[in-house]
């Protein structure tokens, strides 16, 4: 079982920017091995993909939702077992509570897009940008 603590969240102004950071940790645990993600959840929304990186037996490729592609910009870091999200030209409607999520790969093309895919959470960090 993989342990996933962000931290980074807060309150900014629209155009404005953040960085939110996803400490992964576990007994038995290789980080770049693992899929790593960025979901996002709005009150009375369901949750929804944000940003995903492959490990690095995929070439650690990454993807993007339509919305965020431009501006967002995911990155880790394998040997300090931590998963960035660089968020500029923040808007109001990236308010959400943004959580990172893992999930273990062992074959080719494995990535983390949908929640069915996920097998560990982070508790989650609030990012609010006021208009």
């Known amino acids: 079982q993989v342990q996933l603590v962000e931290s980074g969240g807060g309150l900014v102004q629209a155009g404005g920017s953040l960085r939110l950071s996803c400490a992964a940790s576990?007994?038995?645990?290789?980080?770049?091995?693992?899929?790593m993600g960025w979901f996002r959840q709005s009150p009375g929304k369901e949750r929804e993909f944000v940003a995903g990186?492959?490990?690095?037996?995929?070439?650690?490729?990454?993807d993007y939702a339509d919305s965020v592609k431009g501006r967002f910009t995911i990155s880790r870091d394998n040997i300090k077992n931590t998963l960035y999200l660089q968020m500029n030209s923040l808007k109001p409607e990236d308010t959400a509570v943004y959580y990172c999520?893992?999930?273990?790969?062992?074959?080719?093309?494995?990535?983390?897009?949908?929640?069915?895919?996920?097998?560990?959470w982070g508790q989650g960090s609030q990012v609010t940008v006021s208009s």
């Open positions: 999520a893992a999930r273990s790969c062992s074959g080719y093309g494995c990535s983390v897009s949908r929640v069915p895919d996920v097998d560990s």
């Open positions: 576990g007994r038995t645990f290789s980080f770049s091995s693992y899929a």
């Open positions: 990186m492959r490990n690095r037996w995929n070439g650690g490729w990454t």
